[in-house]
Nanobody, 122 residues
Framework: QVQLVESGGGLVQPGGSLRLSCVVSGIIFSIYDMGWYRQAPGKQRELVASITSGSNTNTNYVDSVKGRFTISRDNAKKTVYLQMNSLKSEDTAVYYC??????????????WGQGTQVTVSS
């Protein structure tokens, strides 16, 4: 059974920091690209940050979080992190962990966590 379990969300003041964690089980974690998505009320889910699989990882960020958020992974712990600094009210959303595997033949495989709420408010 595949499980992605997020933690670390909560209420934080503008300018504050949070670190989200996503512990994965049931898959070969190291071969999956990992991502953090978020969905604010009334908005579509968007990709916030992603990190590739393998030993030489590449990262990508949506423009609105560049320089403030950092994604990382620990393959030994089967965990992906999202360090969020200088948080703004517009970062308020439910954050979802995603595991993505692109197969040579067939549709890609995606697994999702249940989401963790991040609220930035004074």
């Amino acid at each position: 059974q595949v499980q992605l379990v997020e933690s670390g969300g909560g209420l934080v003041q503008p300018g504050g920091s949070l670190r989200l964690s996503c512990v994965v089980s049931g898959i070969i974690f190291s071969i999956y690209d990992m991502g953090w998505y978020r969905q604010a009320p009334g908005k579509q889910r968007e990709l916030v940050a992603s990190i590739t699989s393998g030993s030489n990882t590449n990262t990508n960020y949506v423009d609105s979080v560049k320089g403030r958020f950092t994604i990382s992974r620990d393959n030994a712990k089967k965990t992906v992190y999202l360090q969020m600094n200088s948080l703004k009210s517009e970062d308020t959303a439910v954050y979802y962990c995603n595991a993505h595997f692109t197969r040579r033949i067939g549709a890609p495989i995606d697994y999702w966590g249940q989401g963790t709420q991040v609220t930035v408010s004074s």
